[in-house]
Each structure stands twice: as structure tokens, then as C-alpha cells.
């Protein structure tokens, strides 16, 4: 089973370098090209949130990205520390864009929108937002 | 990759074509590129998106702000964008009752508020 | 302080997600282009060293890598739990190489040539590897 | 970035051209074709390195067993390289006293044994 973790400090530009990790991860794993993008999007968005988050209330405790690979797909968990907000709820979004700080609401929102198989779950100290997409059968 | 700016005018609208990733760690710079140009004056934006290769929420507030900073001016601030993966996100966040979307600059050079 | 910690299972195409998050890193903390070449050489020797050590010995345990950046350079490490082997030495290489396994001594003896400020210690459980890269002073 | 790997016949040598990164991701790759090679009786080899961009201890175990396999046939193999890098790793190690190295595949081939 092909594991990787990564813990980032909350810079916005480790964001980045999780979409890498992600691209490189998906790719190999032999995702179809629309889904690799679909995972750069989406992991994009959750690390977003995470790394604000972090930012904000836990600036030293690192982020944690889990990809893993195994027979039944390709898994994403983005793991953080922040204060855990209400559930995503679909009311009034636009109320959600208060100053120049988005409301991590929205990325929860966002983040439902684009993948399928998601799950966004309270864990200790705070959220997990795991992803994940089926592999196609593979000759190896 | 990174997040390139480049602005124009088209009669008494301002083109502001957006390339490349708006994320958290280059929105600062889109945000300041819209504080400068409402402060210059224009306040009739249009923003193309169609060489947007990436956007998250903090993308999506940082346009929600320019659009608070043109309308205290009773200006607007238009999006074009035909990119299915950036409407669906306008869409599930609402935004799509907020921006006008055009598929073409001149479109929205056109468009009359 | 900007941080990175890839944990990574052993498996040979991580030792390529880590160059990549090592050059991302260098370029980004604005390592001149000849050193993040010679950051990605010796990342990618010390990581292939590391996976190589756990696949036969630790297929469990993931390896470690962190990159650190600070206000004093940029530092890799990459930290195993393999079996701790003698010193590099500079005795008979050639005979290092038997069968079509290498030798990890033959890797810390490339690193040792390939990088100035190097350090090889044994850790718990293992070796730890740290590289270390003066940075150009910056302007922000 | 990935391995790539030709093979042409120049008189009685086999001139293999490597390009990309050899690590221990990659390396089985050339094993086998080193070995497939041998196998199938061409046992002067020349391995032009030019192209490569990468090269770990992994792949200097498959070029030293390249030379075991090609020995055992009373066979050769000569390496084209002049990046220093990747020259330096073969002092560092010591092969440099192992393997003929050239600065060109002519060189190379031209190299009597
Ligand atoms: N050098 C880099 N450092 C950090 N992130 C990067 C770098 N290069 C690419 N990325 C990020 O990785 C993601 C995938 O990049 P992509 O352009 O698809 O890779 P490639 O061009 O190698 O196919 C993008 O979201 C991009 O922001
Ligand atoms: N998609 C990828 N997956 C895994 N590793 C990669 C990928 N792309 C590049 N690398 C590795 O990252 C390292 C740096 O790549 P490089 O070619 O310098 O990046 P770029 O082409 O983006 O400038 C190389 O050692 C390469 O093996």
C-alpha cells in the first residue's frame, strides 16, 4: 500500500506543493486525466481552508495531507486543527463573504460541489475532509 | 502556474485578464490589483477568467470584495467565464446570482448595468 | 519557519515525489538554480538509500523527509530506520558493489561527495541524513 | 523525466543511449535491458550517459553489473559521459577506475579493447 504523508506548516504556498504531491500521487496511481484534476481542485481547496485555519488558531501545529493508494481506489484526507465551524448548510452563501475573509464554510461547500465520494467528518481538535476516487483495474 | 495580471481599458470599462492558479497564496495579489484599480477610479471592472487554471475560495472572496469595493462606487465588476469547472463553483457557492457571467469580453464590455 | 515532513512508504517512485517537494522547496526559499540541482541529487541519493534500507528491513515503517527552511538555510533530512551500517570509510569501494544490490555505504559516500555541509548520524533505530544549504539573503 | 533507452548496433558494438533520470524507481529498466542484451550475445556495450539527468548509487549498481555480465563474456562496456556531475560521482565512488569513459560515442566506439 503506497502511503504518503505530508505535514506543512501553515504557509499558503505549502498549498501548492500538496496540489504537487496530489498531481504526482494521481497520475502515477493511473487516475483518468479529468479526475487528476478534479483531486489538484479539490485537494487545493481543502488545504486552502486548512492552512487558513491553522493560520489563524494553531499557526504551529502543521497540516497534515494523507494520499494512499490501495486496490480500491486513491484516498486524500486533509487533517487540521482548526475550531470546528456549524456543518456547511446550503442558506444563504453570499451571507458568507463577510470582509475579505471567506468563511470556511464555503470551501466545505465548494469541496461538496466537486467531488463525489467525500466525507467531512470532526475528528480530535478538529476536521478531517477525506476525498476519494476509484482506480481503474490495472495490468500490473 | 503562478498568477498572472494584466489590466486594459475598453471604453469606460477596465479588462482585468486573470491567468494561471488564484489560491491562497496569490489571491494577496489579485486583491491588491482591484484595491489599486478602484482606487484609481475605475470602477466598472471586467474580470476574464478564461486562463484561469485554478481557484479556490479565497479566490472567490477576494472577487466577492472587489465587487463590495466597485458597488460602493455604483459601479459593477463582470466575469466572463465559459469554464465548466469555475461556473459549477459559482454555482454551488451561489455567486452565480451575484456576478454577471458573460462568455466573451465583448459581451461584457457591452453589457449595460 | 516554513516546514515540510513527507512520510513516505517505501516504495521506489516516492524517492520521486521527493525530489520533486525538495526542488519546489529550493526554488521557492530561492536556492540558486545549480544548488537546487545538487538539493535534488542528494535528496533523491539519501532518499533512495533510505527506501532501498526500509523495503528489505522496515517495510512498515515509513521514511521520514524534512526540509526546514530559516533564516540561517535551507536544511534536508532524511531520517531511516534501517540497519546502521559502518562508516562510509574510503577503503575499497569497488568491492561495494556485489551482486546487483548496492551497498549503502556507496551512497553516503556519493553524498559526501556531492554536498559541503553534510551530517550522518545514527539516530534511534536508524540514520539520519541532514543536508544543509546556505540561503542568499532575501528582500522581504 | 522518466527513463528512456535506444539501442543501435555500430560494427561489433551496441551503443545503448540512456536518457532521464536513472534512480530506484528506474533502474530495473536498465538491468534488464543491459541483461536482455548480453543475452542475446552482444557483449560490447557502450552506454551513452549524455542524456541523463539523474543517477543514483541504484544505477551505478546496474551499470556495475552490466560490466560483470558483459566481463563474462570476455566483453566490454564503455561509458560516453562529460557532465561533470555525473563524472564526479564516478570518482567520488571510484569507478572511474572501473569503467573506460569517453567523451563521444566515436570515441568510444573507435576504443580497442
Ligand atoms: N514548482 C512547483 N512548486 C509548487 N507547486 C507546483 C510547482 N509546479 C507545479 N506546482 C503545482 O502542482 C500542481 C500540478 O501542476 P501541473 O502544472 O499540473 O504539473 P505539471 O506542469 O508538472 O504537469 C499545480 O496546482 C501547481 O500549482
Ligand atoms: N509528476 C511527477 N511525479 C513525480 N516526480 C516528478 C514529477 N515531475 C517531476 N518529478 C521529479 O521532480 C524533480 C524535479 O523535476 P523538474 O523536472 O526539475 O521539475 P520541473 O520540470 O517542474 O521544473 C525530478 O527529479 C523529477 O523526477
Redesign the pocket.
Known amino acids: 500500500m503506497a502511503t504518503v504523508e505530508l505535514q506543512l506548516s501553515p504557509q499558503p ?1 505549502h ?3 500538496a ?6 500521487a494521481a ?1 502515477r496511481a493511473g487516475l483518468p486525466d479529468e479526475l ?2 478534479e483531486l ?1 481542485w479539490a485537494l ?1 481547496e481543502a488545504c486552502s481552508r486548512a492552512v487558513a485555519l491553522h493560520a489563524a488558531h494553531a499557526p504551529d501545529v502543521p497540516v497534515r495531507v494523507l494520499v494512499r493508494e490501495d486496490s480500491t481506489g486513491l484516498t486524500v484526507e486533509v487533517i487540521d486543527q482548526g475550531p470546528q465551524g456549524p456543518p456547511s448548510g446550503d442558506g444563504d452563501l453570499e451571507a458568507l463573504f463577510e470582509g475579505d475573509e471567506v468563511d470556511p464554510r464555503v470551501s466545505l461547500a465548494v469541496l461538496g460541489g466537486l467531488v463525489d465520494d467525500i466525507d467531512i467528518t470532526a475528528t480530535a481538535g478538529g476536521t478531517t475532509v477525506r476525498l476519494r476516487w476509484p482506480l481503474p483495474p490495472r495490468s500490473v | ?2 498568477l498572472s495580471l494584466e489590466d486594459r481599458t475598453e471604453g469606460d470599462r477596465t479588462v482585468v485578464v486573470v491567468g494561471g ?1 488564484i ?1 491562497v497564496y496569490t489571491a494577496p495579489k489579485l486583491r491588491e490589483k482591484l484595491i489599486d484599480l478602484v482606487s484609481a477610479g475605475n470602477y466598472h471592472l471586467v474580470v476574464d477568467m478564461e486562463a484561469v ?2 481557484l479556490d475560495s479565497t479566490g472567490l472572496g477576494v472577487l466577492v470584495g472587489g465587487l463590495k469595493r466597485v458597488r460602493a462606487h455604483e459601479g459593477s465588476l463582470r466575469l466572463v467565464c465559459t469554464q465548466e469547472r469555475i461556473l459549477k463553483i459559482f454555482r454551488i457557492t451561489g455567486l452565480t446570482k451575484v456576478f454577471p457571467i458573460h462568455a466573451s469580453v465583448d459581451e461584457a464590455v457591452a453589457a449595460s448595468d
Chains 1, 3 share one sequence.
Open positions: 504556498h498549498v501548492r506543493t496540489r504537487l504531491v496530489g498531481v504526482a497520475r487528476v484534476d489538484r487545493g | 502556474m503562478d492558479e489560491d487554471e485554478f
